[in-house]
T-cell receptor, first 115, second 110 residues
Framework: DVKVTQSSRYLVKRTGEKVFLECVQDMDHENMFWYRQDPGLGLRLIYF???????EKGDIPEGYSVSREKKERFSLILESASTNQTSMYLC??????????????FGPGTRLLVL | DAKTTQPTSMDCAEGRAANLPCNHSTISGNEYVYWYRQIHSQGPQYIIHGLKNNETNEMASLIITEDRKSSTLILPHATLRDTAVYYC???????????FGQGTELSVKP
């Protein structure tokens, strides 16, 4: 079974703090993704990565950065947390697409509250 | 990615089959049908996907009509733990992000 783990299920931080969210997958997947999910807005892609040390901006990268030093680990960094970054953060991974198929597997999510 | 239409909510009795429909009348020939579900406060869970043929795995069955304009996800013996929002997504991989629609909120009742 594919396993995607995230470092915390719940996190409370103060405005201005630097926040690190870690994601690890054990299936040797090339692709990894960070989304946030908010009521009424669905899933929104923040950043993704197709290879080690490679990153691409998603739809809402502002206020975030990422790091992928190892294939199995993809970190999301909030440089200076703000209250509008309170959200559920979801990490996903997927193998390379084959014939147009690409299945993403998600972690359990991190619910972040910024005070 | 093609647009999908799903009922907002459905109920199912525990132990009975849950049949969740999805319309995707604008699907193109090379797009796959994916199903995910999301239990409250958890990450989305992949269930199954298919192109033309019906598919079955340990979680569910996927029935795709011959014209591919609609599909049905079948949970053969629903349990209380199957209560979740179920998302039908039609896509061909073109670069990353998944787009989840409103989905169907399935309530399995004792």
């Amino acid at each position: 079974d594919v396993k995607v783990t995230q470092s915390s299920r719940y996190l409370v931080k103060r405005t201005g703090e630097k926040v690190f969210l870690e994601c690890v997958q054990d299936m040797d997947h090339e692709n990894m993704f960070w989304y946030r999910q908010d009521p009424g807005l669905g899933l929104r892609l923040i950043y993704f990565s197709y290879d080690v040390k490679m990153k691409e901006k998603g739809d809402i990268p502002e206020g975030y950065s990422v790091s992928r030093e190892k294939k199995e680990r993809f970190s999301l960094i909030l440089e200076s947390a703000s209250t509008n970054q309170t959200s559920m953060y979801l990490c996903a991974s997927s193998p390379p697409p084959m014939g147009g198929q690409e299945t993403q597997y998600f972690g359990p999510g991190t619910r972040l509250l910024v005070l | 990615d093609a647009k999908t239409t799903q009922p907002t909510s459905m109920d199912c009795a525990e132990g009975r089959a849950a049949n969740l429909p999805c319309n995707h009348s604008t699907i193109s020939g090379n797009e796959y049908v994916y199903w995910y579900r999301q239990i409250h406060s958890q990450g989305p869970q992949y269930i199954i996907h298919g192109l033309k043929n019906n598919e079955t795995n340990e979680m569910a069955s996927l029935i795709i009509t011959e014209d591919r304009k609609s599909s049905t996800l079948i949970l053969p013996h629903a349990t209380l733990r199957d209560t979740a929002v179920y998302y039908c997504i039609v896509r061909r991989h073109q670069g990353g992000k998944l787009i989840f629609g409103q989905g169907t909120e399935l309530s399995v009742k004792p």
